[in-house]
């Protein structure tokens, strides 16, 4: 088989921990299982968390970032729980920065074929006034974008 076979070989999903984001990685697991690729999972700590924080405390006290950290590997190994069943290779990937630009990168430096995300983040009413990473991505990738409700 050659390439046009398996289009999408290796795919991302991004996860926040929403139930779109969730029902998002199911779908990659399943297009990576069929494909016979692999998964990268990937969650962004949004930098904008961090400097509100700074912004309100006057610093963001470093038990802070450690506990933001924590989350974000307990819902990585979560996702990845939750995947075993496609059995699938996963690989998890924890990046922090503005969610938008580190996917688009995350997906250049992994060499993706398929970016696959959740419909609506966890970001509420900002996600609204400024724009979701979802429709950043669709804008500026060069990667196909699978976009799950």
């Given at each position: ?68 950290e ?78 799950v409700?």
């Amino acid at each position: 088989m050659d390439k046009k076979d398996k289009p999408f070989e290796k795919i991302m999903v991004a996860v926040d921990g929403s139930k779109q984001a969730s029902n998002a990685a199911q779908l990659a697991a399943r297009l990576a299982k069929d494909q016979g690729g692999e998964l990268v999972v990937l969650h962004v700590v949004d930098k904008m968390v961090i400097e509100e924080l700074e912004k309100f405390m006057g610093h963001a006290p470093k038990a802070l970032e450690k506990e933001l950290e924590e989350q974000a590997w307990a819902l990585l190994h979560s996702t990845e729980i939750l995947l075993k069943k496609y059995r699938v290779p996963v690989r998890l990937v924890l990046k922090e920065g503005v969610p938008h630009q580190q996917i688009l990168d995350t997906a250049k430096e992994e060499k993706v074929d398929l970016i696959v995300m959740g419909r609506l983040g966890k970001r509420g009413v900002k996600k609204v006034l400024m724009g979701s990473a979802v429709f950043r991505v669709l804008e500026f990738s060069t990667t196909p974008v699978l976009v799950v409700d």
